[in-house]
T-cell receptor
Framework: AQSVTQLGSHVSVSEGALVLLRCNYS??????LFWYVQYPNQGLQLLLK??????LVKGINGFEAEFKKSETSFHLTKPSAHMRDAAEYFC????????????FGTGTKLQVIP | KAGVTQTPRYLIKTRGQQVTLSCSPI?????VSWYQQTPGQGLQFLFE???????NKGNFPGRFSGRQFSNSRSEMNVSTLELGDSALYLC????????????FGSGTRLTVV
């Protein structure tokens, strides 16, 4: 069984400030981890993924995430927030190997204050 | 390169009716997954198809069904609609190995009245 927990359903940051969105996972086997972003009235877009290579993963739009096995975490960060980053962000987990379904977290809405 | 196309974008149906939603994946993607998104439940996995075979299924009642055609296009059907079926239905395609990550369509917004 696998699951993800996203801490904070809403996060507000000032434009130019650090963005930190938290994600903790639970998986009985080595996981694959993903972050997706969803803008209003759109589907989800893949930001980045961890598939057991480098633990620090860089994605699109300046986002990155670090896989920490000891903390079972995969937090999403961006050094400087832009207004265009305002969206909902979803962490997701899949068991590595074979054809495993992807389980999504409940999402975190990021508000960027000018 | 065309993205994942879902039709229609919006639907309004009456309780008790049935509905069919369509999804065309990215060319070359053979896996299609369906998710239901609601404010209360978030993203819930419905099912996944690969080469016309259902490979995984979520915990939804039998009123929810799907299929995939030889060209990888997929449809999902919901029979005997209930008010609680109102949601955004998202289709996602991927290459054979799902772990490359999904490409999502823009979704079909279903409203049941």
């Amino acid at each position: 069984a696998q699951s993800v927990t996203q801490l904070g359903s809403h996060v507000s940051v000032s434009e130019g400030a650090l963005v930190l969105l938290r994600c903790n996972y639970s998986s009985s086997v080595p996981p694959y981890l993903f972050w997706y972003v969803q803008y209003p009235n759109q589907g989800l877009q893949l930001l980045l993924k961890y598939t057991s290579a480098a633990t620090l993963v860089k994605g699109i739009n300046g986002f990155e995430a670090e896989f920490k096995k000891s903390e079972t975490s995969f937090h999403l960060t961006k050094p400087s927030a832009h207004m265009r980053d305002a969206a909902e962000y979803f962490c997701a987990v899949s068991a590595s190997g074979g054809y495993q379904k992807v389980t999504f977290g409940t999402g975190t809405k990021l508000q960027v204050i000018p | 390169k065309a993205g994942v196309t879902q039709t229609p974008r919006y639907l309004i149906k009456t309780r008790g009716q049935q509905v069919t939603l369509s999804c065309s994946p990215i060319s070359g993607h053979r896996s299609v997954s369906w998710y239901q998104q609601t404010p209360g439940q978030g993203l819930q996995f419905l099912f996944e198809y690969f080469s016309e075979t259902q490979r995984n299924k979520g915990n939804f009642p039998g009123r929810f069904s799907g299929r995939q055609f030889s060209n990888s296009r997929s449809e999902m059907n919901v029979s005997t609609l209930e008010l609680g079926d109102s949601a955004l239905y998202l289709c996602a395609s991927s290459k054979e190995d799902r772990n490359y990550g999904y490409t999502f369509g823009s979704g079909t917004r279903l409203t049941v009245v």
